[in-house]
């Protein structure tokens, strides 16, 4: 296992490039399974999730080939085959496989799926849609079995706006017979990716990006080739970064429309923005005013850029205030800037934070992705040295970060922890 040191203090300047989105990575891996020929990806992000999403394809008798950070899969061999444990357990988005097998085989059994511990996150929108499709749902021993002897399509109304119920049940819907129309749908950005992934292998989808969908199922999808989208969080996680600790930082490949919320807060805070067609260029504020934020579901403020943004508004002259509507448990990493002398109180939903404040580099715990971003948002801000353990999270979603910090000018490295840290990090 290893940890993070980041050394703070230094100015970030240069050039950062952005990865392929991460919440796109993973339901476009699974959709490849509906093909009947091979399917190519480009500009899938170097992270873990992507590594155990492509084990997930083989398992179930795909040939995956990685070329840097295009990806070839060929689903012709694919099989039915139970996934129950293993890899499953991981990560959260592995419930893609449900949707994708019971498109292409009618049946599926898919382990719960872990990934980041948030508070409940119930899949309980997926099945309804499922159910609705015709398929029969059943949990036996932790395992979700889906069976179907067709599927047909169906007028489903999503009780609670859900990115993932949207995508399994376009997935599970595209071979269907007939129409189906989800209504009350998510409309991130990675919705509107995996539509066109679907939509040049042959699927028929309309709205992908509004709340109602429309989808008429065709009999086959053949392969084809598609690039993914910049990944929206880590590129405004580079742009809080810079705007906490950047002279003048270069954010490249981001598509700024993504951002407009997370880019409003932050001019309102006094950040110098300037917008390109791909490209974002941060100047060096020197005084930063508090603002509140509340998280909301696309094209709201971002539950994913909440904790990074608590960190920024330490050095923000008053008091800010955070609230989050979508995810309870995503205050973990309040505690952990407390101990590097953060002045932040949770109140319900809500932190409160009081700045400006020096921080200081301690050790600390990322106990989750978006907490490890913000944990290292606060180092490159803080005086002395900043430990971070729990790198596992971090390198779910960001691809190559020590790298980019270093590449511009961030004091960062990485250590292997000895065995005592080990046993304190697992006890902790």
Known sequence: MQKLLIEGGHLLNGKVRISGAKNSAVALLPASILADSKVIIEGLPDISDVETLSCLLEEIGGTVERRGQTVHINPADMTAMPLPNGRVKKLRASYYFMGAMLGRFKEAVIGLPGGCYLGPRPIDQHIKGFEALGATVTNEQGAIYLRAKELKGARIYLDV????????????????????????????????????????????????????????????LSGCMHTIIPDRIEAGTYTIMAAAQGEKVLIDNVIPQH???????????????????????????????????KTLVHPGFPTDLQQPFTSLLTKAQGTGVVTDTIYQARFKHIDELRRMNAKIKVEGSSAIVQGPNELEGAKVKASDLRAGASLIAAGLMAN???????????????ANIT??????????????????????????
Request: glycine residues 8%; charged residues 30%.
């Open 161 to 220: 706006v859900s990115v993932g119920a949207t995508i399994n049940i376009m997935l599970a819907a595209v071979k269907a017979k007939g129409r189906t129309i989800i209504e009350n749908a998510a409309r991130e950005p990675e919705i509107i990716d995996v539509a066109t992934l679907l939509t040049s292998m042959g699927a028929r989808i309309k709205g992908a990006g509004t709340d109602v969908v429309r989808i008429d199922g065709v009999e086959e």
């Open 403 to 428: 790298e980019k910090l270093e590449e511009l000018g961030a004091k960062v490295w990485r250590e292997e922890m000895t065995e005592k840290e080990i046993q304190q990090f697992q006890n902790s």
């Open 384 to 398: 002395g040295i900043t430990e971070i353990t729990g790198l596992e999270h971090i390198d779910r979603g960001y």
């Open 259 to 293: 951002l407009e919320p997370l880019l409003a807060k932050l001019r309102e805070m006094g950040v110098n923005i300037e917008e390109g067609e791909e490209q974002l260029l941060i100047h060096r504020s020197d005084k930063l005013k508090s603002v509140d934020i």
